[in-house]
Antibody, heavy 119, light 109 residues
Framework: QVQLVESGGGVVQPGGSLRLACAAS????????MHWVRQAPGKGLEWVAF????????YYADSVKGRFTISRDNSKNTLYLQMNSLRVDDTAVYYC????????????WGQGTMVTVSS | SYELTQPPSVSVSPGQTARIPCSGD??????ANWYQQKPGQAPVLVIY???ERPSGIPERFSGSSSGTTVTLTISGVQAEDEADYYC????????????FGGGTKLTVL
């Protein structure tokens, strides 16, 4: 079945780095845009970044621009989020999400991976 | 800036109809989608393109749009519908970005 599985979360100090991965299965990964969305503890959903199906276009929320990099390896069916210069307010559950054929609609979500930025 | 505004909470009794509005200027030009999120779980798409229902979503979930407001309607609310609901849209007038509403906690009394 269609599935997204995130990994790579953990505890990191402010200023540190972390790389998240999202393994996709059950669909043609290379045909769909992919997003990262995060949710701070007790808070709402916040969009983080988007990458087109072929990796040619990438977009970021202002809150992470210049610090986070979204990428993908279509040969490995995997989405990545490289997070640098992490701040306490980056603490959140990070979800990867797949677009449908209609852009901006997220029909499949992973289970999320927790990132805690703390000294 | 592009914002989507939802009420923080809505309460209804079982069997009644719940309506959750989401407003924002850009909704006059862009479609909205709705997600249901239960505690400790990932969001689930329940309505897309204002009023389309994905397969597997019960018919009691519906969506509508009027001007700058979209509304998620849950008819005959059941206890299992208690959850947080988020509207979502996108904007590409500047640099592309996705926006979520602040979320509405639906309580089934």
């Amino acid at each position: 079945q269609v599935q997204l599985v995130e990994s790579g979360g953990g505890v990191v100090q402010p200023g540190g780095s972390l790389r998240l991965a999202c393994a996709a299965s059950g669909f043609t990964f290379s045909s769909y845009g992919m997003h990262w969305v995060r949710q701070a503890p007790g808070k709402g959903l916040e969009w983080v970044a988007f990458i087109r199906y072929n990796g040619n276009n990438r977009y970021y929320a202002d809150s992470v621009k210049g610090r986070f990099t979204i990428s993908r390896d279509n040969s490995k069916n995997t989405l990545y989020l490289q997070m640098n210069s992490l701040r306490v307010d980056d603490t959140a559950v990070y979800y990867c999400a797949k677009e449908t054929d209609a852009t901006d609609v997220f029909d499949v979500w992973g289970q999320g991976t927790m990132v805690t930025v703390s000294s | 800036s592009y914002e989507l505004t939802q009420p923080p909470s809505v309460s209804v009794s079982p069997g009644q109809t719940a309506r959750i509005p989401c407003s924002g200027d850009a909704l006059a030009k862009r479609h909205a989608n709705w997600y249901q999120q239960k505690p400790g779980q990932a969001p689930v798409l329940v309505i897309y393109k204002d009023s389309e229902r994905p397969s597997g979503i019960p018919e009691r979930f519906s969506g509508s749009s009027s001007g700058t407001t979209v509304t998620l309607t849950i008819s005959g609310v059941q206890a299992e519908d208690e959850a947080d609901y988020y509207c979502q849209s996108a904007d590409s007038s500047g640099s592309y970005h996705v926006i979520f509403g602040g979320g509405t906690k639906l309580t089934v009394l």
